[in-house]
């Protein structure tokens, strides 16, 4: 296979994220700044100002504006992109139902922020995970360049007519938007052509009137929200699709879960986010010294790749799970929740380590992997309450 | 520059908005709209705030639209149009599209309330559209509740008449100010009674470059408490008694655009809705005085301010 030539960069993530937004010629950026996704509106400005982008740049006075704007120029069938983090996500979250439910392709990067109060500027899931059910597809990518690749994906997945849903690329803000990692850049032409315009079927036309948000009864509202669950099972069989391609010319793939050592691990780890490479790294450690660990990252968790996930814990004796969100008063978090409710369709009843970590920014090293192995070991957590890992008592 | 309109003969015959869509008899929105729209080209796309208009014209699976049409949410109309003018004018660029006339619905409640940060925004960014507010002086969608646009002493269901209070105790928001202090183009009152004044408007707007405006008083026959047939009799007493007097705002001049020599009396206005029937009590005399010297004072602020304009040698809106 003979590989585009690549540029080598040093690139933050939300660096990443626009260099990848102006690749794929989006036509219009409708953004609001916050902390930490700031960087990505700061730089498309720039684009714009450099006639880099020819797209518009209209730098609203909200997020709920943001999405709003988005959705009144994905409607003229024009590709569109935003980014937010936390406050941001949570302002325009009336909004991210209003684009699933008129099937809209909008690519929106999360630089995932907890949520106020009290405030706090740093990385959990809780922001995404508080706007799971919007009817978005979600993926979490792990670093920087796994950042720049998603986004270019996510709008040939999210634009295919078989799927027509938004897509949001979540990345933990400062721990991976303002990380700098070495970035093999791919060229444009590639990129184009990959992503060729299919201005969507259904648009604003003044020669041919269509009429779009409509108001639903209880006889039709419940078929176009079924239709959208159809269209999610439809963007699982896409994403593959899209992947291939998009390995074709850049060489690189990561699949919709990434497993190291599953298929002989004694203890499964299933983790979404950066997180993953460290708790690898700190299964590698574990391995070296005699234990046989693995680590299954969830990468594509909206629509959520059921049959991929409990095929790679089908030889575990015990799984743990890692939630970087806190559902209060819930059995235990969002990721949890979601593979424990697989592994019950799947017939598999080993016990699970529900884990709670990195709320609010918490780092979690290599030794807190070992740690929350171990546990896992002793299996004296097994079966009580979430365990609330790295929290000051 | 834009075509006057001289007579009804000149109007296209098609309707804009088709017969047959759910808004009441004698509702003051749907001939707002027909105003506007005939006024405007035919290639017009129309984004909506929710609000009665939009349920009852676009119930799935009908749809009383013959343009293309959006509605999104309440609050958020002027953003969608900022959008679509944005997404137009970038596939206009490549070559896959035509720019169009952008015109925006919105309520009072969708405007003066929870839709005024979205039209500040979109206008201080000087995105082309025209945005109606059809103004019925309440959240009627819900059922007659108070909005910024109710005006002093009426009735609705959240500024009810009792023994301690009698009506909404504030005074209606002055939105024309607010959108003129955003420096936009052209900013017009409008009213159905005088549909040659409205619809040379729509076109004065629609040919400037900027964010436009335009505040049409709707009346609501349900909200308001009027047989179905006077609602045009309505708009006009409005203009006739001074009570909301027809003027435009062009690149800061202001203009009094209907003239009001001799004023009937606000009583002839307000005794034909139910809504203001407490204010004929003994006990609501002096409330009655306020909302009369209001109306006054208000005309004869437009009168100076539209001298005082005239004079100026105003600078043009870049």
Redesign the interface.
Same mark, same amino acid.
């Given at each position: 296979m003979s590989l585009q030539s690549l540029r080598v960069a040093a690139l933050q993530g939300d660096e990443a994220v626009a260099e990848a937004v102006r690749q794929s010629d989006v036509?219009?950026v409708?953004a609001y700044p916050i902390t930490p996704q700031t960087i990505i509106v700061e730089k498309l400005a720039e684009y714009v100002a450099n006639g880099k982008l020819?797209?518009?740049f209209?730098?609203?006075?909200?997020e709920?504006?943001a999405m709003?704007?988005?959705?009144?120029?994905?409607?003229?069938?024009?590709r569109?992109f935003t980014a937010t983090s936390s406050q941001g996500l949570a302002y325009m979250h009336?909004?991210l139902y209003?684009v699933s439910g008129?099937r809209l392709p909008i690519v929106m990067a999360v630089a995932n922020r907890a949520l106020s109060a009290p405030l706090v500027l740093n990385a959990d899931h809780s922001d995404m995970m508080g706007s799971r059910d919007c009817g978005w597809i979600q993926l979490y990518a792990e670093n920087v360049e796994e950042i720049y690749d998603r986004t270019i994906q996510l709008f040939k997945l999210s634009e295919d007519p078989r799927v027509m849903l938004p897509a949001a690329l979540n990345f933990e803000g400062f721990i991976l938007s303002h990380d700098k990692e070495r970035v093999r850049l791919l060229e444009d032409e590639p990129i184009r052509r990959f992503l060729q315009?299919p201005?969507p079927k259904h648009h604003?036309?003044?020669d041919e009137?269509?009429?779009?948000?409509?108001?639903?009864?209880p006889d039709?509202y419940y078929e176009f929200r079924m239709q959208q669950t159809e269209a999610m099972k439809a963007a699982l069989r896409v994403f593959d699709e899209v992947e291939m391609e998009f390995e074709s010319f850049s060489g690189r793939r990561y699949g919709a879960v990434d497993a190291y050592n599953t298929d002989k691990a004694d203890v499964v780890m299933v983790i979404n986010g950066s997180a993953a490479g460290t708790m690898r790294a700190a299964a590698r450690e574990l391995n070296t010294a005699g234990e046989n660990v693995g680590v299954l990252a969830v990468k594509l968790y909206r629509p959520f790749p059921l049959e991929q996930v409990v095929s790679h814990l089908a030889q575990a004796k015990a799984v743990i799970t890692m939630d970087r969100s806190i559902s209060p008063g819930a059995p235990s978090g969002p990721v949890s929740e979601d593979v424990k409710s697989a592994m019950q369709l799947a017939g598999l009843s080993m016990p699970v380590l529900s884990v709670v970590y990195g709320i609010g920014g918490r780092d979690l090293a290599i030794e807190d992997g070992k740690n929350i192995f171990g546990l896992a070991k002793e299996g004296s957590s097994f079966g009580s309450s979430t365990l609330m890992y790295g929290v000051k008592v | 520059m834009y075509e006057q309109i001289k007579g009804l003969k000149e109007l296209p015959v098609e309707e804009p908005l088709s017969p047959g869509h759910r808004l009441c008899p004698g509702c003051g929105a749907s001939i707002v709209v027909r105003q506007v729209l005939l006024a405007a080209p035919?290639?017009?796309?129309v984004?909506e705030a929710t609000g009665c208009l939009?349920?009852s014209t676009?119930?799935?699976?009908y749809?009383a639209? $013959?343009?293309?049409?959006?509605? &999104?949410?309440f @609050? $958020?109309a002027a953003?969608?149009? &900022?959008?679509? @003018?944005?997404?137009?004018?970038?596939?206009a660029?490549?070559g896959?599209?035509k720019e169009?006339p952008i015109i925006v619905f919105g309520g009072d409640g969708g405007t003066y309330d929870i839709g005024l940060?979205?039209l500040?925004?979109?206008i201080?960014?000087g995105h082309r559209f025209l945005y109606v507010c059809y103004d019925n002086e309440a959240y009627m969608n819900t059922g007659i509740q108070r909005s910024g646009g109710t005006p002093l002493g009426a009735w609705t269901t959240t500024t009810q008449v009792g023994s301690a209070r009698a009506g909404k105790r504030e005074a209606k928001k002055d939105l024309m100010s607010i959108v003129v202090a955003h420096n936009v183009p052209y900013a017009a009152t409008a009213s159905i009674s005088h549909w040659r004044d409205l619809m040379t408007k729509v076109r004065k707007a629609l040919s400037k470059e900027g964010p436009t405006f335009l505040h049409v008083m709707a009346p609501c026959t349900r909200g308001w408490r009027f047989d179905s047939e006077k609602t045009i009799r309505m708009s006009r007493l409005a203009v006739e008694t001074r009570f909301f007097p027809l003027y435009e705002v062009d690149d800061g001049v202001y203009k009094i655009t209907f003239p009001v020599t001799s004023p009937k009396p606000v009583e002839e206005y307000l005794k034909l809705q139910g809504r203001y029937s407490h204010l004929f009590q003994p006990q609501n005399a002096a409330e009655l005085e306020t909302i009369k010297k209001g109306v006054d004072d208000n005309y004869r602020r437009l009168e100076r301010l539209s001298q005082f304009t005239s004079q100026l040698n105003v600078p043009k809106t870049p």
């Open positions: 036509d219009v409708a020819r797209g518009e209209i730098p609203v006075e909200s709920h504006s709003s704007a988005c959705v009144g120029a994905s409607v003229t069938g024009a569109v009336e909004m209003n008129m315009r201005r604003l036309d003044p009137p269509l009429t779009f948000g409509a108001i639903a009864t039709t | 035919k290639d017009t796309i984004a939009e349920v676009a119930l799935y699976p749809s639209w $013959n343009r293309p049409w959006i509605h &999104s949410a @609050e $958020n953003a969608v149009a &900022s959008g679509i @003018e944005s997404g137009f004018k970038a596939l660029r490549r896959d599209a169009h940060q979205a500040s925004g979109a201080e960014r």
